[in-house]
């Protein structure tokens, strides 16, 4: 089945510094990645879709400026979150849909970003 | 506008006890259906994908149903063993250009041993 790689799984930052987070599809190519953040015990939100050779689309409420999202290539999405605070400490995940796979969608493992 | 709604919200079951999670969904237009578990700090990972034209799909010991008409699906888990344990989410993508998941809350499911 389709795998996406997700890394790194945890980072500790010190606050004002930037976090860089990858998303690989494996085996597939995927145009349209998705970017999520999930607080403890919460469902997963919807931060921004990450479109292949374009401009991310970000969901309303979502600094575009704090949190860059990259797709330069059919394989890789990178989510950074710029001048981190503590508040942006949280467990993020992308995820890609393959369209091989009758457009089921795979996710990542995950990043637990704790920011001191 | 699409809503994914599962019930119940929490379910604790001894081990071996066959148990149905339910999913229900306000639009019945969808390309498809699929179920994903959750484990604490962990990803999802997909358990079924249920296409609009197909009434189940199984795995294993999971059998999921769609009944796009009602707009509910089902995840069936025979057996359960406490290894189950995790959060179900059932999610339907957006009929739009944008390929958004739509998820339900989810069931969190405790199977003690």
């Known amino acids: 089945g389709a795998v996406v790689s997700q890394h790194p799984s945890r980072v500790i930052c010190k606050s004002g510094t930037s976090v860089k987070i990858e998303c690989r599809s494996l085996?597939?190519?995927?145009?349209?990645m998705f970017w999520y953040r999930q607080f403890p015990k919460q469902s997963l939100m919807l931060m921004a879709t990450s479109n292949e050779g374009s401009k991310a689309t970000y969901e309303q409420g979502v600094e575009k400026d704090k949190f860059l999202i990259n797709h330069a290539s059919l394989t890789l999405s990178t989510l950074t979150v710029t001048s981190a605070h503590p508040e942006d400490s949280s467990f993020y995940i992308c995820?890609?849909?393959?369209?091989?796979?009758?457009?089921?969608?795979?996710f990542g493992s995950g990043t637990r970003l704790t920011v001191v | 506008k699409q809503e994914v709604t599962q019930i119940p919200a929490a379910l604790s079951v001894p081990e071996g006890e066959n148990l149905v999670l339910n999913c229900s969904f306000t639009?019945?237009?969808?390309?498809?259906l699929q179920w994903f578990r959750q484990d604490p700090g962990k990803g999802l990972t997909s358990l079924l994908l249920i296409q609009s034209s197909q009434r189940e799909q199984t795995s294993g010991r999971l059998n999921a149903s769609l009944d796009k008409s009602s707009g509910r699906s089902t995840l069936y888990i025979a057996a359960s063993q406490p290894g189950d344990s995790a959060t179900y989410l059932c999610?339907?993508?957006?009929?739009?250009?944008?390929?958004?998941?739509?998820f339900g809350s989810g069931t969190r499911l405790l199977v003690r041993p």
């Open positions: 999610a339907v993508p957006l009929m739009d250009s944008s390929y958004k998941l739509i």
């Open positions: 085996d597939f190519q995927a145009t349209t």
């Open positions: 995820s890609a849909r393959d369209v091989r796979d009758n457009y089921g969608y795979t």
């Open positions: 639009d019945s237009a969808i390309y498809n």
